[in-house]
């Protein structure tokens, strides 16, 4: 998501240059009143677009979460891996498509580029299959407070890594999202280790893949056609990919005696949902880079701080998870240290 983020940013100085160039002509005296309309209904239009990309942006990420907790616990689905591999498949088709039809533009797949891209793609797989693993067992609220350990791990990572220092505010934000995850813990009235397990190693290999992405992406725009390697490009490398390890991982797990028995696959509403969780997982990328190009990282990361509150509160509602006093106090307490930690890095890189 780091580099995605600072691959679209760049692309804020198109619009902002020229809302700069009407100002100077304004001071000048060249526009007229008509102009200076024009340019305000511009501007509006601008925070338009922003608030609605936000909106967006917020809806789709929280629903794929609540749409994977539905399907694996709801449906009782005990076939995580092939639900992460049909929701990839469905993204390969779509972003295929769009690249066919020349909507978006996205990179060749060579094999240069795939052997460079392949380890990052193996740490991408296993986030996501730890992710579905752990949502199985956990409530969506413990979820997104537990993921908090991975801005921990991250950041501890970044300092040894490539020696970044961090200020006190955002140790101090760490700290607290360490805290409001074990109190988080201890207090979880439907607490299950295996589910915990699972989301601690989904934490490691989260931010084992932002710190390994930074320094594989330098390398693979090398070895582009282009010289590039946008969203797009990322999404279907990354699925396509994560498509023939998948089908392993699917009879390593031995899913297959599984998906043979279970009367899941025989309702057309099941199948209705795991596609409509595959359109999601695009629509957050779309959504994503349109949101970044709108407003900037900052906004970005804090609204994706924010964007934790009422997915949690949804989660608990939806899924009629059994809490009690200490800990709806926790997971608040963690979401408020997430947005504290925005806040810190936001500081942190004004100053930089």
């Not at 439907?190 to 397990?197: E, L, N, Q």
Request: proline share 2%; net charge positive; hydrophobic share 50%.
């Amino acid at each position: 998501m780091v580099a995605i983020e600072k691959g679209l940013v760049d692309g804020l100085s198109l619009p902002m240059k020229a809302i700069g160039n009407d100002e100077m002509d304004v001071e000048g005296g060249f526009l007229g009143k008509g102009r200076e309309k024009a340019r305000s209904t511009m501007l509006v239009k601008i925070h338009n677009q922003a608030l609605l990309s936000g909106v967006a942006y917020c809806i789709s990420s929280c629903s794929m979460i609540l749409v994977n907790k539905y399907v694996l616990s709801s449906y009782d689905f005990n076939a995580g891996i092939s639900l992460m591999l049909y929701q990839n498949f469905v993204s390969v088709v779509l972003v295929s498509m769009l690249s066919f039809s020349r909507v978006i533009s996205t990179e060749p797949l060579t094999w240069k580029l795939i052997k460079v891209w392949f380890p990052v793609n193996v740490i991408f797989v296993g986030m996501l299959i730890t992710s579905m693993f752990s949502l199985k067992y956990i409530n969506v609220a413990m979820v997104t407070v537990l993921k908090n350990v991975t801005n921990v791990i991250t950041a501890v990572g970044e300092m040894y890594l490539f020696n970044k220092r961090h200020d006190n505010r955002v140790w101090a934000a760490l700290f607290l999202m360490i805290i409001s995850a074990i109190s988080g813990g201890i207090t979880d009235l439907a607490f299950h280790a295996v589910g915990y397990t699972w989301q601690l190693i989904n934490c490691f290999l989260t931010a084992s893949y932002s710190l390994t992405l930074r320094r594989v992406m330098d390398t693979a725009k090398q070895v582009t056609i282009s010289g590039n390697l946008n969203e797009f490009s990322m999404v279907l490398l990354n699925n396509t990919l994560s498509l023939p390890l998948g089908l392993l991982l699917i009879f390593v797990f031995n899913e297959v005696d599984y998906l043979s028995r279970t009367p899941l696959l025989r309702l057309p509403t099941f199948w209705l949902v795991m596609t409509f969780s595959g359109f999601l997982g695009l629509a957050i990328s779309f959504t994503s880079m349109w949101f970044l190009h709108q407003t900037g990282a900052t906004t970005y990361s804090l609204v994706g701080s924010l964007n934790k509150i009422p997915l949690s509160v949804a989660g608990i509602l939806l899924f009629k998870v059994p809490t009690s006093l200490e800990n709806s106090a926790s997971i608040f307490f963690g979401l408020l240290a997430g947005v504290f930690f925005a806040r810190a890095k936001m500081r942190e890189r004004s100053q930089s």
